[in-house]
């Protein structure tokens, strides 16, 4: 009987800390975590002016665009990076005449949480280095933050897709 009531007030302990989180209630009591269509455009917006800062070698642009506290996670990799190391990796790409080819997302599922938005998309993307062209089909998480009315990517987790 005592270790029912412990395990009682351990779930009700949780639900009461975790549902406030689960989503955004509105006045009647729906969660939502869909964006407005203008706030969709607004997102994916960023999200391209994101890649495409990157493949561009556009320091400027990247760190306003690019949270402090960035990290990501790559295809392959184990090593996770944070925002100057981000930074590092545009400027290498562009050191190596890197150029962009063609980026898509033929599908891309949004969530938000507030001031939070979570994006997941397909990826197609073709790029050069060095003179030798790869083409990538991959799967994208990404997590932006309303900061001062401005979205800021805060992490991404890219893979194969595997």
């Known amino acids: 009987m005592k270790l029912t009531k412990v395990l009682f007030c351990a779930v009700a302990i949780f639900a009461l ?8 209630m509105s006045g009647n009591g729906q969660t939502h975590t869909k964006p407005t269509e203008s706030e969709r455009n607004e997102l994916l917006t960023v ?12 320091q400027k642009q990247l760190k306003k665009l690019i949270g402090e506290d960035f990290l990501t996670i790559n295809p392959g990799e184990e090593h996770w990076q944070d925002k100057a190391e981000f930074l590092a ?4 790409f562009a050191e190596h005449h890197g150029k962009l ?19 997941y998309s397909l990826v197609r993307i073709t790029m050069e280095s060095d003179g030798k062209r790869e083409s ?27």
């Open 136 to 162: 990538l089909n991959c799967r994208s998480t990404e997590v932006f933050h309303k900061r001062e009315g401005q979205w800021v990517n805060t992490g991404a987790h890219v893979d194969s897709g595997r």
């Open 101 to 119: 080819v063609s980026l898509d997302f033929p599908k891309t599922e949004i969530q938000e949480f507030g001031d939070v938005a979570v994006l």
């Open 89 to 92: 990796g545009a400027q290498h």
């Open 47 to 58: 999200r391209l002016l994101v890649w495409n800062s990157y493949f561009d070698n556009d």
């Open 17 to 24: 800390g975790v549902l406030p989180l689960s989503g955004q």
